[in-house]
């Protein structure tokens, strides 16, 4: 009696059915991501008994932290807090978020050894070839930032601040995402030649062919395959295909044309833009961004 339960979990689906039974646990609170409005209140939370510049911006904060939870949140402010006690500072200002940003959101920068010249050159082709595509693009996340700077795995990234707390995506915007993210490929090719690309744009097709597979075989965005959903998650036996040979064979053809002109449509906007990228290319290596 007056004994309350309290459990957390981050997979519902594979608890036990005996668990979830009447009397057990009976009310399912969700508790999704923070929204940019909860996460702008839980910046202020953790800042509460911290020295912050007014020069400082917790909204455009909690925009370039989408996706992140509170434990996130308070990391970033941990990283700053640090930033700023290592040069004997009181006062955290933008400068040391954007360091504890970086941080926390693509790992901490790698300074072991230099990059040889023309492979850091090609990283910062590949970066701005994701970055001014993504910024020409219409329906692409608006770029934030490029680094060539190692961190972790990555040896450049290219920083992209979503559209806040969006839940529905447009045909379009998926477009002009795929050739964003073949953007990369398609700078090495357009800047070194055909037989100069790398294998640094690999992750980028993984990602562009999970979204062109998503549009046509779960979101029925391509007219001639139609409104089925064909990616059942709840599929248990995944060796069965829910589809025909002949089916098969449209869809893999289909995935292929929309990646084919993505790519076609990446490389016409970077020869378009060229003169621009090595000027672009220029700074980025002066400066070691
Ligand atoms: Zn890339």
Redesign the pocket.
């Known amino acids: 009696t007056n004994i309350i339960v309290i459990a957390a979990t981050n997979r519902p689906d594979t608890l036990d059915p005996a668990l979830l039974r009447a009397g057990r646990f009976d009310r399912k609170v969700f508790v999704s991501v923070p929204t940019l409005e909860e996460r702008i209140q839980i910046f202020e939370y953790y800042l509460k008994s911290k020295k912050v510049d007014e020069k400082v911006n917790l909204e455009s904060l909690a925009k370039r932290t989408s996706g992140l939870v509170g434990a996130d949140i308070e990391n970033v402010v941990n990283e700053a807090a640090l930033q700023v006690a290592k040069s004997n500072r009181e006062v955290l200002e933008a400068k040391d978020f954007e360091y504890a940003l970086e941080k926390v959101i693509m790992g901490p920068e790698k300074k072991v050894k230099s990059m040889k010249e023309k492979e850091k050159k090609l990283v910062a082709y590949?970066?701005l070839g994701?970055a001014v595509t993504g910024h020409l693009l219409e329906n692409a996340d608006p770029i934030e930032k490029i680094s060539i700077v190692r961190r972790g795995h990555a040896l450049g990234v290219?920083w992209t601040t979503p559209e806040e707390d969006k839940n529905l995506y447009s045909k379009a915007k998926f477009l002009d995402e795929v050739v964003t993210?073949l953007g990369?490929r398609a700078a090495e090719e357009l800047f070194f030649g055909k037989d100069e690309i790398t294998t640094?744009?690999s992750?980028?097709f993984e990602r562009a062919t999970n979204i062109v597979k998503n549009m046509i075989l779960k979101y029925g965005m391509d007219e001639e395959i139609g409104t089925v959903n064909y990616l059942n998650d709840h599929e248990e036996n995944e060796f069965v295909r829910p589809y025909s040979e002949k089916m098969a064979e449209l869809l893999d053809q289909k995935i292929k044309n929309y990646l084919d002109t993505a790519y076609t449509k990446s490389k016409k906007i970077l020869t378009e833009n060229k003169d621009l990228i090595e000027k672009m290319c220029t700074i980025l290596l002066q400066k070691e961004y």
Do not use: S, W
Request: net charge negative.
């Open positions: 590949h970066e994701h290219t993210l990369g640094g744009a992750n980028d």
